[in-house]
């Protein structure tokens, strides 16, 4: 059971590095209790280290949580160990520069289990928890591609649409209970998986001038920069603890103008 009655218990998934670690560490570092999901062991060791050195409690789940049962399982889990569950962040994700004419089943596949699929699954076991509790919050990072049309990249646009729907249908099914989901959409953070992501994207477009292609996908930024990761983590961690009680279903874009609407 929960130690301190006002501490609230999370679920990080892909915090192993990039935005979820961020998160997750923001989230320790307000009084959380952190379960941590993700495929790397040694990157999910590094982040409850650094979560225990904040004072916080934390569970890790590591292995693929697109497997049959896995977000169940640990949601379960979470419950049996800390009586409950508060937040959860779905953030873990996948994606592969992949031309239009050329796509592969594999990466359709790879891309809808963890970002589609796994999360609209992660969403409902949660949501039964929250429900019996009268209480929760989930946020599920979704992406500007969402809305893009991206023909090196249809899985992954694909994938994010998906995730905006499954927030309405989240937000709608869990609003009578009181529990409140939202997503937010990141702009270009560097990131392990952004920076690969462009450097294959670039290409695919016959570019072998890296630093020139990112220096011109950098200035369409209306704000005329990339999104640190800890100010993205910042939007998260304020839909997971500070944003209003009547806000939900809503969509909250973190992209320095990139996505206007
Ligand atoms: N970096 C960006 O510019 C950007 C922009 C928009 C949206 N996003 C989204 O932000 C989120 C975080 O991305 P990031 O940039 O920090 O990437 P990242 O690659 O650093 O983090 C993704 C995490 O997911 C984990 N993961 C991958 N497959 C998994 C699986 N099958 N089971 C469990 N864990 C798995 C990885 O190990 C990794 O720790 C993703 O949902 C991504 O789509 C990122």
Same mark, same amino acid.
């Given at each position: 059971m929960t130690e301190n009655p006002t501490m609230k218990r999370a679920l990080?998934?892909? +915090?192993?590095?990039?935005? #979820? @670690? =961020? *998160?997750a560490t923001q989230l320790a570092a307000r009084g959380c209790a952190i379960g941590l999901a993700d495929i790397d062991q040694k990157g999910s060791a590094e982040t409850a280290r650094l979560c225990h050195e904040l004072g916080a409690m934390t569970e890790?789940?590591? #292995?693929?949580f697109t497997t =049959? #049962? +896995?977000p169940e399982s640990a949601i379960d889990r979470l419950k049996t160990v800390w009586g409950g569950l508060d *937040?959860?962040? %779905? %953030? +873990? #994700?996948?994606g592969v520069i992949e031309p239009f004419l050329d796509m592969t089943?594999?990466?359709?596949? @790879?891309?809808l289990s963890l970002n589609t699929m796994t999360l609209a699954l992660a969403c409902s076991a949660a949501g039964r928890v929250m429900k019996e509790q009268r209480s929760g919050r989930i946020v599920n990072i979704t992406s500007p591609a969402s809305r893009m049309a991206l023909p090196d990249y249809? +899985?992954?646009a694909a994938s994010k649409a998906g995730v905006d729907s499954i927030t309405r249908a989240a937000a709608a099914a869990l609003a009578p209970y009181g529990v409140l989901v939202n997503s937010l959409a990141p702009g270009m953070m560097d990131t392990d998986m952004q920076r690969s992501t462009e450097i294959d994207l670039a290409r695919v477009n016959g570019r072998s001038d890296i630093q020139a292609f990112l220096d011109e996908r950098t200035r369409r930024v209306p704000l005329g920069r990339r999104a640190e990761i800890s100010e993205v983590a910042g939007a998260v961690?304020?839909?997971?603890?500070d944003a209003p009680i009547y806000m939900t279903a809503e @969509?909250? %874009?973190m992209s320095g103008g990139m996505d206007k609407d």
């Open positions: 990080v998934t892909g +915090a192993a590095g990039g935005l #979820g @670690r =961020e *998160i890790m789940f590591v #292995g693929d =049959e #049962g +896995a *937040i959860l962040v %779905n %953030n +873990a #994700g996948y089943y594999k990466s359709w596949h @790879r891309t249809a +899985a992954y961690v304020w839909l997971c603890l @969509r909250l %874009n």
